[in-house]
Protein backbone atom coordinates (compact mmCIF):
# COMPACT_ATOMS: atom_id res chain seq x y z
CA UNK A 1 0.00 0.00 0.00
CA UNK A 2 0.94 3.48 -0.69
CA UNK A 3 2.72 5.28 2.41
CA UNK A 4 0.11 7.26 3.73
CA UNK A 5 1.14 7.67 7.63
CA UNK A 6 -1.20 8.44 10.21
CA UNK A 7 -1.68 8.14 14.08
CA UNK A 8 1.01 6.28 15.76
CA UNK A 9 3.05 6.23 12.95
CA UNK A 10 2.63 10.52 12.17
CA UNK A 11 3.30 11.24 16.27
CA UNK A 12 6.78 8.59 16.03
CA UNK A 13 8.02 10.89 12.58
CA UNK A 14 6.62 13.50 14.21
CA UNK A 15 9.01 13.61 17.57
CA UNK A 16 11.92 12.40 15.23
CA UNK A 17 11.70 15.05 12.76
CA UNK A 18 10.00 18.53 14.36
CA UNK A 19 13.18 19.44 16.89
CA UNK A 20 14.37 22.06 15.78
CA UNK A 21 13.36 22.81 12.07
CA UNK A 22 13.01 26.81 11.38
CA UNK A 23 11.57 28.42 8.21
CA UNK A 24 11.09 31.83 6.85
CA UNK A 25 9.64 34.03 9.16
CA UNK A 26 5.65 34.63 8.73
CA UNK A 27 5.70 31.33 6.03
CA UNK A 28 5.59 27.40 6.70
CA UNK A 29 6.44 25.88 3.60
CA UNK A 30 3.99 23.06 2.04
CA UNK A 31 6.56 20.11 3.54
CA UNK A 32 10.20 19.04 2.82
CA UNK A 33 11.63 16.20 1.79
CA UNK A 34 11.39 14.33 4.85
CA UNK A 35 7.65 15.11 4.84
CA UNK A 36 7.85 17.25 7.75
CA UNK A 37 5.92 20.61 8.37
CA UNK A 38 8.41 23.37 9.25
CA UNK A 39 7.81 25.83 11.50
CA UNK A 40 9.22 28.25 13.56
CA UNK A 41 11.11 27.53 16.63
CA UNK A 42 7.62 29.94 18.44
CA UNK A 43 5.17 27.88 16.69
CA UNK A 44 6.79 24.50 17.38
CA UNK A 45 6.90 25.50 21.29
CA UNK A 46 3.28 26.19 21.37
CA UNK A 47 2.21 23.50 19.54
CA UNK A 48 0.57 20.48 21.97
CA UNK A 49 1.36 16.84 20.80
CA UNK A 50 -2.11 16.59 19.63
CA UNK A 51 -2.21 19.80 17.12
CA UNK A 52 1.18 18.37 16.15
CA UNK A 53 -0.18 15.44 15.09
CA UNK A 54 -3.63 17.30 13.52
CA UNK A 55 -1.22 19.52 11.27
CA UNK A 56 0.93 16.43 10.49
CA UNK A 57 -1.85 14.15 9.29
CA UNK A 58 -2.69 16.36 6.69
CA UNK A 59 1.25 17.74 6.02
CA UNK A 60 2.65 13.93 6.63
CA UNK A 61 0.12 12.41 5.05
CA UNK A 62 1.40 14.11 1.77
CA UNK A 63 5.25 14.62 2.74
CA UNK A 64 6.18 10.94 1.58
CA UNK A 65 6.46 11.68 -1.79
CA UNK A 66 8.67 15.15 -1.35
CA UNK A 67 11.28 13.38 -0.17
CA UNK A 68 10.78 10.44 -2.78
CA UNK A 69 12.33 12.94 -4.99
CA UNK A 70 14.82 12.13 -7.42
CA UNK A 71 15.47 14.19 -11.37
CA UNK A 72 13.95 13.33 -14.28
CA UNK A 73 14.60 14.46 -17.95
CA UNK A 74 13.57 13.90 -20.99
CA UNK A 75 14.19 10.12 -20.94
CA UNK A 76 17.72 8.31 -19.96
CA UNK A 77 17.44 8.50 -16.34
CA UNK A 78 20.29 6.56 -15.94
CA UNK A 79 22.38 8.19 -18.18
CA UNK A 80 23.21 12.09 -19.13
CA UNK A 81 19.58 13.40 -19.25
CA UNK A 82 19.10 12.75 -22.43
CA UNK A 83 15.98 11.54 -24.84
CA UNK A 84 16.85 8.11 -26.14
CA UNK A 85 16.69 8.29 -29.70
CA UNK A 86 12.74 8.06 -30.77
CA UNK A 87 9.80 10.13 -31.86
CA UNK A 88 9.82 13.24 -28.81
CA UNK A 89 6.09 13.35 -26.96
CA UNK A 90 3.81 15.72 -27.98
CA UNK A 91 1.63 17.73 -25.51
CA UNK A 92 -2.27 15.81 -25.28
CA UNK A 93 -4.35 18.48 -24.68
CA UNK A 94 -7.36 16.28 -24.67
CA UNK A 95 -5.64 13.45 -22.54
CA UNK A 96 -7.70 12.94 -19.48
CA UNK A 97 -7.31 15.90 -16.60
CA UNK A 98 -5.98 14.63 -13.64
CA UNK A 99 -7.10 16.24 -10.87
CA UNK A 100 -7.10 14.10 -7.96
CA UNK A 101 -4.10 13.30 -5.22
CA UNK A 102 -4.29 10.28 -3.07
CA UNK A 103 -5.25 8.20 -5.18
CA UNK A 104 -4.04 5.25 -7.40
CA UNK A 105 -5.33 6.35 -11.24
CA UNK A 106 -5.50 3.88 -13.94
CA UNK A 107 -3.10 3.64 -16.46
CA UNK A 108 -3.05 5.78 -18.97
CA UNK A 109 -2.41 9.60 -20.73
CA UNK A 110 -3.81 12.08 -18.50
CA UNK A 111 -3.01 16.05 -18.49
CA UNK A 112 -1.73 17.99 -15.18
CA UNK A 113 -2.47 21.68 -15.29
CA UNK A 114 -0.94 21.86 -11.57
CA UNK A 115 1.86 23.65 -12.69
CA UNK A 116 0.62 26.85 -14.60
CA UNK A 117 2.11 25.11 -17.80
CA UNK A 118 0.24 22.21 -18.66
CA UNK A 119 2.14 18.93 -19.26
CA UNK A 120 1.11 15.54 -20.47
CA UNK A 121 2.11 11.95 -19.45
CA UNK A 122 1.49 8.29 -19.68
CA UNK A 123 0.94 6.68 -15.54
CA UNK A 124 2.01 3.00 -15.35
CA UNK A 125 0.62 0.57 -13.46
CA UNK A 126 1.37 0.23 -9.49
CA UNK A 127 1.78 3.95 -8.92
CA UNK A 128 0.04 6.34 -6.58
CA UNK A 129 -0.48 10.09 -6.98
CA UNK A 130 0.73 11.81 -3.55
CA UNK A 131 0.31 15.27 -4.39
CA UNK A 132 -1.69 17.26 -7.52
CA UNK A 133 -1.37 20.79 -5.75
CA UNK A 134 -0.29 24.19 -5.81
CA UNK A 135 2.61 23.93 -8.34
CA UNK A 136 3.85 20.17 -7.44
CA UNK A 137 2.85 17.38 -8.73
CA UNK A 138 4.27 14.41 -7.12
CA UNK A 139 3.74 10.35 -7.90
CA UNK A 140 5.57 7.42 -6.18
CA UNK A 141 5.40 3.59 -6.40
CA UNK A 142 2.58 2.18 -5.03
CA UNK A 143 4.10 -0.39 -1.72
CA UNK A 144 6.63 2.94 -1.32
CA UNK A 145 7.40 2.36 2.35
CA UNK A 146 9.03 5.59 3.39
CA UNK A 147 10.44 9.60 2.39
CA UNK A 148 13.11 8.24 -0.37
CA UNK A 149 12.05 5.18 -1.48
CA UNK A 150 10.48 5.42 -5.36
CA UNK A 151 9.23 8.98 -6.09
CA UNK A 152 9.07 11.35 -8.61
CA UNK A 153 8.00 15.05 -8.64
CA UNK A 154 7.44 18.03 -10.95
CA UNK A 155 7.56 21.84 -9.48
CA UNK A 156 7.44 24.82 -10.44
CA UNK A 157 10.24 26.78 -8.55
CA UNK A 158 11.03 30.69 -8.13
CA UNK A 159 14.13 30.66 -6.80
CA UNK A 160 17.19 28.06 -6.31
CA UNK A 161 19.12 28.07 -2.95
CA UNK A 162 22.68 30.10 -2.25
CA UNK A 163 24.48 26.31 -2.41
CA UNK A 164 27.03 27.78 0.62
CA UNK A 165 28.23 25.54 3.38
CA UNK A 166 26.03 23.47 4.64
CA UNK A 167 23.36 23.50 5.93
CA UNK A 168 21.57 25.34 2.90
CA UNK A 169 18.29 26.65 4.33
CA UNK A 170 15.92 29.82 2.63
CA UNK A 171 15.98 32.82 4.64
CA UNK A 172 13.56 35.85 3.96
CA UNK A 173 16.60 38.33 3.19
CA UNK A 174 18.98 35.88 1.09
CA UNK A 175 19.83 37.21 -2.57
CA UNK A 176 17.81 34.58 -4.67
CA UNK A 177 19.32 32.48 -6.47
CA UNK A 178 18.41 32.41 -10.47
CA UNK A 179 16.05 29.45 -10.88
CA UNK A 180 17.07 28.13 -13.69
CA UNK A 181 20.92 27.87 -13.17
CA UNK A 182 21.37 25.33 -11.98
CA UNK A 183 25.01 24.94 -13.59
CA UNK A 184 26.09 27.43 -11.82
CA UNK A 185 24.05 26.08 -8.61
CA UNK A 186 26.71 23.02 -9.47
CA UNK A 187 29.73 25.14 -9.89
CA UNK A 188 29.30 26.58 -6.22
CA UNK A 189 27.72 23.02 -4.40
CA UNK A 190 30.03 22.47 -1.20
CA UNK A 191 31.89 19.19 -1.01
CA UNK A 192 29.27 17.08 0.15
CA UNK A 193 26.74 17.54 -2.31
CA UNK A 194 28.11 14.99 -4.84
CA UNK A 195 27.31 15.54 -8.52
CA UNK A 196 27.53 12.58 -11.40
CA UNK A 197 26.50 12.78 -14.68
CA UNK A 198 26.13 16.26 -15.26
CA UNK A 199 24.81 17.67 -18.72
CA UNK A 200 24.31 21.62 -19.01
CA UNK A 201 22.78 20.99 -22.65
CA UNK A 202 19.99 18.43 -22.73
CA UNK A 203 16.11 18.37 -23.42
CA UNK A 204 13.33 17.17 -21.68
CA UNK A 205 9.68 17.29 -22.37
CA UNK A 206 10.16 19.29 -25.39
CA UNK A 207 12.17 22.09 -23.85
CA UNK A 208 15.52 22.57 -22.81
CA UNK A 209 17.02 21.97 -19.86
CA UNK A 210 19.85 20.97 -17.32
CA UNK A 211 20.25 18.14 -15.23
CA UNK A 212 22.79 16.23 -12.60
CA UNK A 213 22.44 13.24 -10.65
CA UNK A 214 23.00 14.62 -6.87
CA UNK A 215 23.98 12.58 -3.35
CA UNK A 216 23.71 14.27 0.21
CA UNK A 217 26.66 12.70 1.86
CA UNK A 218 25.60 11.89 5.41
CA UNK A 219 25.81 15.09 7.26
CA UNK A 220 26.81 15.05 11.07
CA UNK A 221 24.82 17.78 11.86
CA UNK A 222 21.65 16.79 10.16
CA UNK A 223 21.85 13.29 11.33
CA UNK A 224 21.68 14.55 14.39
CA UNK A 225 18.41 16.70 14.17
CA UNK A 226 17.17 13.97 12.05
CA UNK A 227 16.43 16.26 9.50
CA UNK A 228 17.45 17.32 5.67
CA UNK A 229 19.87 19.88 5.47
CA UNK A 230 20.38 21.18 1.59
CA UNK A 231 17.35 22.81 0.98
CA UNK A 232 17.59 23.03 -3.12
CA UNK A 233 14.87 24.94 -4.94
CA UNK A 234 11.19 26.81 -3.56
CA UNK A 235 8.20 28.44 -4.90
CA UNK A 236 8.24 31.48 -3.17
CA UNK A 237 8.94 29.82 0.59
CA UNK A 238 5.53 27.52 0.00
CA UNK A 239 6.83 24.53 -1.02
CA UNK A 240 10.81 23.72 -0.61
CA UNK A 241 12.60 20.80 -2.37
CA UNK A 242 15.44 19.38 0.01
CA UNK A 243 18.15 16.92 -1.26
CA UNK A 244 18.07 13.81 1.46
CA UNK A 245 20.89 12.52 2.92
CA UNK A 246 22.31 9.61 1.53
CA UNK A 247 19.88 8.98 -1.42
CA UNK A 248 20.48 9.43 -5.22
CA UNK A 249 19.13 12.18 -6.40
CA UNK A 250 18.80 12.77 -10.65
CA UNK A 251 17.74 16.36 -10.74
CA UNK A 252 16.30 18.78 -14.27
CA UNK A 253 15.65 22.43 -14.43
CA UNK A 254 13.74 22.70 -17.14
CA UNK A 255 13.10 26.32 -19.61
CA UNK A 256 9.75 27.98 -19.35
CA UNK A 257 11.15 31.49 -21.51
CA UNK A 258 10.92 34.26 -19.71
CA UNK A 259 8.43 32.12 -16.88
CA UNK A 260 9.41 30.37 -14.12
CA UNK A 261 11.51 27.41 -14.70
CA UNK A 262 10.00 23.51 -13.51
CA UNK A 263 12.10 21.22 -11.52
CA UNK A 264 11.86 17.48 -12.25
CA UNK A 265 13.21 15.49 -9.23
CA UNK A 266 13.42 10.98 -9.04
CA UNK A 267 14.58 9.14 -6.17
CA UNK A 268 14.85 5.81 -5.22
CA UNK A 269 16.61 4.40 -1.81
CA UNK A 270 18.53 1.51 -4.13
CA UNK A 271 20.27 3.48 -7.18
CA UNK A 272 19.62 -0.16 -9.08
CA UNK A 273 16.08 0.07 -8.49
CA UNK A 274 13.72 -1.18 -11.35
CA UNK A 275 11.96 1.96 -10.50
CA UNK A 276 14.64 4.37 -12.57
CA UNK A 277 13.30 2.33 -15.71
CA UNK A 278 9.59 3.20 -14.54
CA UNK A 279 10.58 6.82 -13.84
CA UNK A 280 12.07 6.56 -17.40
CA UNK A 281 9.36 5.67 -19.21
CA UNK A 282 7.14 8.04 -17.77
CA UNK A 283 9.53 11.35 -18.59
CA UNK A 284 9.31 9.68 -22.07
CA UNK A 285 5.90 10.42 -21.99
CA UNK A 286 6.25 13.64 -20.94
CA UNK A 287 5.71 17.19 -23.53
CA UNK A 288 4.93 20.23 -21.73
CA UNK A 289 2.11 22.27 -23.16
CA UNK A 290 2.31 26.68 -23.91
CA UNK A 291 4.25 27.70 -21.56
CA UNK A 292 2.07 30.02 -18.82
CA UNK A 293 2.61 31.94 -15.90
CA UNK A 294 4.12 30.31 -12.41
CA UNK A 295 0.51 30.69 -10.61
CA UNK A 296 2.46 31.66 -7.32
CA UNK A 297 3.80 35.24 -8.28
CA UNK A 298 4.92 35.88 -4.44
CA UNK A 299 2.02 37.80 -3.81
CA UNK A 300 -0.55 34.64 -4.47
CA UNK A 301 -1.69 33.00 -0.95
CA UNK A 302 -0.48 29.90 -1.27
CA UNK A 303 -3.64 28.50 0.19
CA UNK A 304 -5.30 29.60 -2.81
CA UNK A 305 -4.15 27.62 -5.06
CA UNK A 306 -4.56 24.15 -2.66
CA UNK A 307 -1.37 24.22 -0.53
CA UNK A 308 -1.55 23.21 3.08
CA UNK A 309 -0.51 26.68 4.60
CA UNK A 310 -0.38 28.69 8.04
CA UNK A 311 -3.10 31.17 7.57
CA UNK A 312 -2.84 34.85 9.81
CA UNK A 313 -4.90 35.98 12.47
CA UNK A 314 -7.35 38.64 10.16
CA UNK A 315 -9.35 38.34 7.65
CA UNK A 316 -9.03 35.91 4.61
CA UNK A 317 -10.12 34.51 1.72
CA UNK A 318 -10.20 30.98 1.49
CA UNK A 319 -11.28 28.22 -1.41
CA UNK A 320 -13.69 26.34 1.12
CA UNK A 321 -17.58 26.39 0.08
CA UNK A 322 -17.02 27.48 -2.97
CA UNK A 323 -14.87 30.46 -2.56
CA UNK A 324 -15.26 32.46 1.20
CA UNK A 325 -14.15 35.31 3.22
CA UNK A 326 -13.73 34.74 7.15
CA UNK A 327 -12.32 36.64 10.16
CA UNK A 328 -9.56 34.33 11.66
CA UNK A 329 -9.12 35.18 15.49
CA UNK A 330 -5.86 33.23 15.69
CA UNK A 331 -3.41 32.23 13.65
CA UNK A 332 -4.70 28.67 12.07
CA UNK A 333 -3.50 26.45 9.66
CA UNK A 334 -4.97 25.09 6.27
CA UNK A 335 -5.51 21.73 5.47
CA UNK A 336 -6.59 20.90 1.91
CA UNK A 337 -5.93 17.11 1.50
CA UNK A 338 -9.37 15.83 0.86
CA UNK A 339 -11.11 16.89 -2.62
CA UNK A 340 -13.99 19.37 -1.68
CA UNK A 341 -12.69 20.07 2.05
CA UNK A 342 -10.86 22.36 3.70
CA UNK A 343 -9.91 22.16 7.37
CA UNK A 344 -8.49 24.55 9.85
CA UNK A 345 -6.58 23.97 13.01
CA UNK A 346 -5.88 26.99 15.54
CA UNK A 347 -1.98 27.40 15.96
CA UNK A 348 -3.17 27.68 19.95
CA UNK A 349 -5.42 24.64 19.93
CA UNK A 350 -5.08 21.09 21.19
CA UNK A 351 -6.63 19.28 17.99
CA UNK A 352 -9.88 21.25 17.57
CA UNK A 353 -10.52 22.20 14.10
CA UNK A 354 -12.74 24.02 11.79
CA UNK A 355 -14.02 22.04 8.40
CA UNK A 356 -15.74 23.05 5.33
CA UNK A 357 -17.23 20.75 3.29
CA UNK A 358 -18.57 21.49 -0.11
CA UNK A 359 -21.43 18.95 -1.30
CA UNK A 360 -21.15 15.82 0.92
CA UNK A 361 -22.28 12.84 -1.27
CA UNK A 362 -25.41 10.14 -0.24
CA UNK A 363 -24.93 6.47 -0.26
CA UNK A 364 -25.72 6.29 -3.81
CA UNK A 365 -22.68 8.97 -4.38
CA UNK A 366 -24.70 11.26 -5.74
CA UNK A 367 -25.11 15.19 -4.04
CA UNK A 368 -26.53 14.77 -0.91
CA UNK A 369 -29.78 16.75 0.24
CA UNK A 370 -29.72 17.82 4.02
CA UNK A 371 -31.98 15.01 5.07
CA UNK A 372 -29.88 12.38 3.89
CA UNK A 373 -26.62 14.24 5.76
CA UNK A 374 -28.93 14.22 9.11
CA UNK A 375 -29.87 10.53 8.73
CA UNK A 376 -26.56 9.31 8.01
CA UNK A 377 -25.01 11.60 10.88
CA UNK A 378 -27.74 10.38 13.99
CA UNK A 379 -28.11 6.44 13.10
CA UNK A 380 -27.19 4.27 15.52
CA UNK A 381 -26.09 7.86 18.10
CA UNK A 382 -28.65 8.35 20.30
CA UNK A 383 -27.26 11.56 21.74
CA UNK A 384 -26.97 13.48 18.06
CA UNK A 385 -29.39 16.75 18.92
CA UNK A 386 -30.95 19.13 16.68
CA UNK A 387 -30.12 22.88 18.29
CA UNK A 388 -32.11 26.26 17.20
CA UNK A 389 -31.01 27.10 13.59
CA UNK A 390 -29.29 29.91 12.61
CA UNK A 391 -28.05 32.26 9.49
CA UNK A 392 -24.59 32.01 7.79
CA UNK A 393 -24.76 34.91 5.47
CA UNK A 394 -27.86 35.36 4.41
CA UNK A 395 -28.76 31.33 4.74
CA UNK A 396 -30.28 29.53 6.95
CA UNK A 397 -28.34 26.65 8.61
CA UNK A 398 -29.80 23.86 10.84
CA UNK A 399 -27.56 23.10 13.73
CA UNK A 400 -26.99 20.00 15.26
CA UNK A 401 -24.68 18.73 17.96
CA UNK A 402 -22.65 15.41 17.22
CA UNK A 403 -20.91 12.93 19.53
CA UNK A 404 -18.21 10.95 18.38
CA UNK A 405 -19.22 7.27 17.67
CA UNK A 406 -17.68 3.90 16.33
CA UNK A 407 -20.34 3.71 14.22
CA UNK A 408 -19.71 7.13 12.10
CA UNK A 409 -18.09 6.56 8.71
CA UNK A 410 -16.34 9.13 5.92
CA UNK A 411 -18.81 11.38 4.50
CA UNK A 412 -17.80 11.30 0.89
CA UNK A 413 -17.08 14.37 -0.59
CA UNK A 414 -15.43 12.60 -3.81
CA UNK A 415 -16.18 8.74 -4.47
CA UNK A 416 -13.83 8.07 -6.74
CA UNK A 417 -10.50 9.03 -4.94
CA UNK A 418 -12.76 8.46 -1.35
CA UNK A 419 -12.49 11.41 0.04
CA UNK A 420 -14.30 13.24 2.58
CA UNK A 421 -15.30 14.30 5.68
CA UNK A 422 -13.74 11.95 9.18
CA UNK A 423 -17.11 12.95 12.08
CA UNK A 424 -15.29 12.30 15.24
CA UNK A 425 -14.83 8.81 16.39
CA UNK A 426 -15.85 7.93 20.09
CA UNK A 427 -15.32 10.29 22.52
CA UNK A 428 -15.37 13.22 20.62
CA UNK A 429 -17.87 16.20 19.38
CA UNK A 430 -18.69 18.23 16.67
CA UNK A 431 -21.07 20.91 16.27
CA UNK A 432 -22.52 20.98 12.40
CA UNK A 433 -23.65 23.62 10.45
CA UNK A 434 -26.15 22.52 7.36
CA UNK A 435 -27.27 25.14 4.65
CA UNK A 436 -28.57 24.44 0.95
CA UNK A 437 -26.97 27.40 -1.04
CA UNK A 438 -29.24 28.51 -3.73
CA UNK A 439 -26.15 28.38 -6.34
CA UNK A 440 -23.27 25.80 -4.67
CA UNK A 441 -26.10 23.12 -3.30
CA UNK A 442 -24.80 21.35 0.25
CA UNK A 443 -22.25 23.21 2.08
CA UNK A 444 -21.67 21.92 5.72
CA UNK A 445 -19.38 23.19 8.42
CA UNK A 446 -18.27 21.45 11.45
CA UNK A 447 -16.24 22.34 14.76
CA UNK A 448 -14.67 19.42 15.92
CA UNK A 449 -13.18 18.22 19.01
CA UNK A 450 -10.90 15.34 19.89
CA UNK A 451 -12.41 15.06 23.27
CA UNK A 452 -16.04 15.97 24.65
CA UNK A 453 -14.98 17.97 27.47
CA UNK A 454 -14.74 21.32 27.51
CA UNK A 455 -15.67 22.13 23.74
CA UNK A 456 -17.88 25.12 24.22
CA UNK A 457 -14.96 27.58 23.81
CA UNK A 458 -13.74 26.18 20.50
CA UNK A 459 -17.65 26.07 19.51
CA UNK A 460 -17.52 29.75 20.49
CA UNK A 461 -14.44 30.06 18.46
CA UNK A 462 -15.80 28.79 14.98
CA UNK A 463 -19.10 30.49 15.56
CA UNK A 464 -17.06 33.69 15.47
CA UNK A 465 -15.60 32.36 12.54
CA UNK A 466 -19.01 31.53 10.88
CA UNK A 467 -20.66 34.89 12.09
CA UNK A 468 -18.02 36.54 9.74
CA UNK A 469 -18.35 34.12 6.70
CA UNK A 470 -19.63 35.73 3.35
CA UNK A 471 -19.56 34.12 0.39
CA UNK A 472 -17.37 35.73 -2.48
CA UNK A 473 -16.59 34.49 -6.01
CA UNK A 474 -12.89 34.14 -6.17
CA UNK A 475 -12.94 34.09 -10.10
CA UNK A 476 -11.63 31.32 -12.08
Not at 108 to 123: I, K, M, N, Q, W
Not at 179 to 200: C, F, H, M, S
Not at 392 to 399: H, K, L, M, N, T
Amino acid sequence: MPRRPIGDEVDQELRRAMDDIASVPGAVPELVDLGVPVVTEKQETQMSKVQRLAIAAAVLLIGAVSALLVMGGDHDVAGDGKIEAGEPSVFDPLATELTHQFVEPEPGAYRVDTLGTPFSLELPESVFIQKNRGTWFAVSALDSARPGDRGLSIYRISQLSDPTPLPIEFGADDEPWPPGDLAGWLDAAPQEIVVTNRNDDTRIGGRPAQSAELRLVSVPQCAAQNRPCAAMATNHFATVFELLPGVPHKVWVVDQGDQDPVLISAAALDPDSDWFTTVDEMLASLAFGEVEENPLDGDTAPWLVGLNSELPAESVDLLALGGISVELPEQSFSVQDQTNVEQLFGLSSDGESTIFVTNPLNDDNEPAAADEIVTLLSTNNDDFVELDSTVVDGIEARVFDLPGSSELGLVLTDAAAEHGWSPPQLGGLARVWLLDHPDRGLLLIASQTPVQAGNEEHFALSEQIISTLEFIDLGS
